[in-house]
């Protein structure tokens, strides 16, 4: 009896101790996000969001421009920020049949163009497509005007023995280098007429079918199209045919420098336009003089002359450059001089191209040494700024980026492997808004805090700028410069801010030992 006695004992006692081990572990129940553990069992989660925060101003002189997948022309006045002016140039690459033995002789040029693809998108309107541009901005108009470049830009730097890619940067003023205006368009403003290409005759006329229509090849979407000087283009390029120059890139681009997109008389709503540069092209449709032989080659007695249609199209090239000018207003020439790194700024500027950004210091010696000392574990942390409505105006920049100043690196947490190749999201930096109309914009910098006071990793400040396609740095996990081709700004708030609920907010969710309890 004693003997069951004891049995039932050890049996009740074990349910007990496991219910007990049960309702612990489900008090501890932590969460995870995809398969990263949020907290390790035996912490107990914490919130802070009082992290001292320094914010100012930083002027940007010049940015990478070399290359980029957008380029921009134009004149605009952003209200907080000042104008911009974006003017452009691109070298050119010979076309193959320029070398070719069938080109023929006694060019006669019908057409030279310069065509751009500018962006667009077609709408649905109740069964009627209609095209809209997209990245053009200002409703006014200026003047264009295209020159022949006269400065030699090297594809490769000599300083690494031509081994690198040479980078030119938006402060590369080339104004003093130009040769010939061949082109210009005077109260330029864009258009959404499609590029249409049609079949020609051997005359160049316009092939028609049987119901008199012209025939057309191929219709392509809205261009910027501006038609260049014929005789420049016989003296220089149709002229030269048979010689070396025309026969491969380096000799051409030796010869024939490159084209250069100057700006002026902007109206007063400006104009400013993002296109596909590198789509772009120098398009030349001619007449020439080839030898029919008849039909009988071994014979040419009975060979004659007759004219034949050509096109040939010399491509935008490598090295494509922007240059930017800005004429700041004085709000904003004042606050960039009077930037202070100490105390930190009402206002942040963040302006994409070569103007200014921000810089971000997180907490103080104190605060830094409590965190490591009581081993914080980081389970999230995000941190927001909001934007200054009042002086920002409409413009604002879809996207900013949050990077390693010192160190010119994209944070761990947008290189996050969880991230590559899906979209910006997970890291933020998007403009959004919240329930009562404030919009700001708001970046997840969890492994980064982990790394600095889990892993005692340097506390460097932080850059904030405007970039257009932050997947290029989560695909690439590498950071050169923000590709500032986006002229749009944002005043932001800063940690000086007079509304104190405005200011930049660092939120902190940490578990602590059980042991530091």
């Given at each position: 009896m004693k003997s069951n006695f004891m049995l039932n004992k050890r049996i009740i006692l074990s349910i007990s101790l496991l219910f007990l081990l049960v309702n612990i572990s489900c008090k501890k129940n932590f969460n995870k996000t995809g398969n990263a553990l949020i907290a390790p069992p035996d912490f107990e989660g914490e919130i802070y969001d009082q992290a001292k925060i320094i914010t100012y101003d930083e002027a940007i002189d010049s940015v990478f421009s070399t290359n980029l997948p957008v380029n921009a022309i134009g004149e605009i006045d952003m209200p907080a920020f000042g104008k911009l002016k974006a003017e452009f140039t691109t070298t050119l690459n010979t076309d193959p049949k320029l070398s070719n033995d069938s080109i023929g002789t006694n060019f006669r040029i019908l057409s030279a163009e310069i065509q751009i693809p500018y962006f667009s998108h077609t709408l649905d309107d109740n069964g009627t497509q209609i095209i809209q541009l997209d990245s053009v901005y200002g409703t006014g108009t200026l003047d264009i005007k295209i020159h022949e470049l006269g400065y030699l830009l090297p594809s490769y730097d000599p300083n690494t023995n031509l081994e690198e890619k040479r980078k030119y940067y938006s402060n590369f003023d080339f104004t003093g280098q130009l040769v010939t205006q061949i082109a210009d368009t005077i109260g330029f403003h864009p258009t959404i007429e499609p590029l249409i290409i049609y079949e020609h005759n051997d005359d160049g006329s316009i092939k028609v079918d049987d119901n008199g229509e012209e025939i057309v090849k191929d219709s392509l979407g809205p261009h910027f199209i501006v038609n260049v000087d014929p005789n420049f283009i016989q003296q220089k390029i149709f002229d030269k045919v048979g010689d070396f120059v025309l026969e491969n890139k380096n000799?051409?681009?030796?010869?024939?420098?490159?084209?250069?997109?100057?700006?002026?008389?902007?109206?007063?709503?400006?104009?400013?336009?993002?296109?596909?540069?590198?789509?772009?092209?120098?398009?030349?449709?001619?007449?020439?003089?080839?030898?029919?032989?008849?039909?009988?080659?071994?014979?040419?007695?009975?060979?004659?002359?007759?004219?034949?249609?050509?096109?040939?199209?010399?491509?935008?090239?490598?090295?494509?450059?922007?240059?930017?000018?800005?004429?700041?207003?004085?709000?904003?020439?004042?606050?960039?001089?009077?930037?202070?790194?100490?105390?930190?700024?009402?206002?942040?500027?963040?302006?994409?191209?070569?103007?200014?950004?921000?810089?971000?210091?997180?907490?103080?010696?104190?605060?830094?040494?409590?965190?490591?000392?009581?081993?914080?574990?980081?389970?999230?942390?995000?941190?927001?700024?909001?934007?200054?409505?009042?002086?920002?105006?409409?413009?604002?920049?879809?996207?900013?980026?949050?990077?390693?100043?010192?160190?010119?690196?994209?944070?761990?947490?947008?290189?996050?492997?969880?991230?590559?190749?899906?979209?910006?999201?997970?890291?933020?930096?998007?403009?959004?808004?919240?329930?009562?109309?404030?919009?700001?914009?708001?970046?997840?910098?969890?492994?980064?805090?982990?790394?600095?006071?889990?892993?005692?990793?340097?506390?460097?400040?932080l850059s904030l700028r405007v970039v257009s396609d932050p997947i290029n740095y989560m695909e690439s996990q590498e950071y050169t410069d923000p590709d500032n081709y986006n002229p749009k700004g944002v005043v932001l708030h800063g940690n000086q801010a007079p509304e104190v609920e405005k200011r930049p907010k660092l939120t902190i969710y940490y578990t602590l030992p059980t042991i530091n309890q």
């Open positions: 000799a051409f681009q030796d010869y024939f420098r490159g084209l250069y997109f100057e700006i002026e008389n902007m109206s007063l709503d400006g104009r400013f336009l993002m296109m596909d540069f590198p789509a772009g092209k120098l398009h030349i449709s001619f007449l020439h003089e080839v030898i029919n032989d008849n039909a009988t080659p071994d014979d040419p007695s009975d060979d004659f002359t007759e004219d034949k249609y050509g096109e040939i199209n010399l491509r935008f090239d490598f090295p494509k450059v922007n240059y930017y000018e800005n004429d700041f207003y004085t709000p904003m020439q004042t606050a960039l001089a009077n930037s202070d790194m100490i105390n930190g700024d009402d206002n942040i500027y963040v302006k994409g191209d070569a103007a200014s950004g921000g810089v971000v210091h997180l907490f103080d010696d104190v605060e830094l040494n409590k965190m490591k000392d009581e081993n914080w574990l980081i389970n999230k942390a995000d941190i927001i700024f909001y934007v200054n409505e009042t002086l920002s105006g409409d413009l604002l920049p879809e996207n900013l980026i949050l990077f390693d100043k010192i160190n010119k690196k994209i944070l761990f947490d947008m290189a996050d492997p969880d991230n590559k190749g899906l979209n910006n999201e997970l890291f933020g930096g998007q403009l959004e808004e919240d329930e009562e109309g404030n919009k700001y914009y708001r970046f997840k910098i969890t492994q980064h805090l982990k790394n600095i006071i889990e892993n005692n990793e340097p506390n460097v400040d």
